[in-house]
C-alpha cells in the first residue's frame, strides 16, 4: 500500500447492495475531487428492506465477504460497505462484519455507518433529525439503536418504501421537502440514511440554505476511507460540511 500511495495511486473498494443504482454514481463523482483516488465495486444480493427474516438474511455476513474477496482481487487499499443495514440490526453488525473482512482478506475495512458515528462522536451531535426511505418499523428500529447510545432524534420522515430499487426513484425535491420539514426541529444535525437515495449531491446546496449541518451516508463511508489512507477530507467541497468539521 505505502508504495502505491507513493505512486499517487489509490484504490478503495466498495460493497454495494445489488439493486442500488445511487451510491456507484455519486461516490465516483465525489472523488473527481481527490488525486489519484478511484473506487471499484462489488455486489451481493440485496433487494427488500424490512424487519422480516428473509430481508435480514440478506445481510448475513458470508455473502458479503464473498463479495469483499472479489474486492481483494483487485488489490484495493480499503474496504467500505456502503450501506446502512446496521442501523436497524444493530451497529455492532457492522463491527463484526469489518474485523471478518479484516481477517479475511488481510485489508482494513469501514462502512457507512461506523463512520456516520464517528462522525457524530467527533461533531458531539446528540440531537438529529433522520430522512429515510424506510418502513415505520424500520426507522423505529434506527431511532432506538441512536437512543442507545444517548443521540436522540428530535424529527424524523420516512416514505414507507420497502423495495430497495425504488429508493433511487425517490426525486431530490421529495427529499428536500423531507430535510426542510425536519430542519423546523433545529436538531444539531440531519441524517439522510440510505445509500440508495440521490441525495449526497444536493447537500450543500440545502446545508447553504438551512445552515444545518447534513450527513449522507453515501458520503460518509468514502470520508472514513479517505481519512485511513491520510488524504485531507478539508479538500472536499460540496459533500456536508462534516468533511470539514470532522477532525
Not at 12 to 20: A, E, K
Not at 108 to 116: D, E, M, Q, R, V
Request: charged content about 20%.
Amino acid at each position: 500500500m505505502a508504495d502505491r500511495l507513493a505512486s499517487g495511486r489509490c484504490l478503495l473498494g466498495v460493497l454495494t447492495p445489488s439493486s442500488n443504482t445511487a451510491l456507484e454514481p455519486l461516490t465516483s463523482q465525489l472523488l473527481q475531487q481527490v488525486d489519484g483516488v478511484s473506487a471499484h465495486f462489488s455486489r451481493f444480493s440485496v433487494t427488500r428492506i424490512s424487519l422480516g427474516e428473509d430481508e435480514l438474511k440478506q445481510f448475513d455476513l458470508e455473502p458479503i465477504l464473498q463479495a469483499a474477496s472479489l474486492l481483494a482481487d483487485a488489490k484495493v487499499d480499503m474496504i467500505g460497505w456502503s450501506g446502512t443495514a446496521a442501523g436497524w440490526m444493530g451497529f455492532e453488525q457492522d463491527q463484526t462484519l469489518c474485523q471478518q473482512i479484516e481477517q479475511r482478506t488481510g485489508i482494513p475495512a469501514t462502512s457507512s455507518i461506523l463512520a456516520l458515528n464517528q462522525v457524530l462522536a467527533r461533531m458531539a451531535i446528540k440531537r438529529i433529525a433522520i430522512v429515510s426511505p424506510y418502513t415505520s418499523d424500520v426507522q423505529q428500529k434506527i431511532i432506538e439503536n441512536y437512543q442507545s447510545i444517548g443521540i436522540s432524534t428530535v424529527a424524523e420522515r420516512h416514505l414507507e418504501i420497502s423495495d430497495n430499487f425504488a429508493f433511487s426513484e425517490v426525486s431530490p425535491e421529495c427529499l428536500r421537502q423531507a430535510v426542510s420539514e425536519v430542519a423546523e426541529a433545529a436538531p444539531d444535525a440531519i441524517l439522510l440514511y440510505c445509500t440508495n437515495l440521490r441525495s449526497a449531491d444536493q447537500v450543500d446546496q440545502w446545508e447553504a440554505e438551512l445552515n444545518i449541518p447534513i450527513i449522507d451516508t453515501t458520503s460518509t463511508v468514502i470520508w472514513k476511507m479517505l481519512e485511513s489512507m491520510n488524504f485531507d477530507c478539508a479538500e472536499v467541497r460540496g459533500w456536508g460540511r462534516f468533511f470539514q468539521e470532522a477532525k
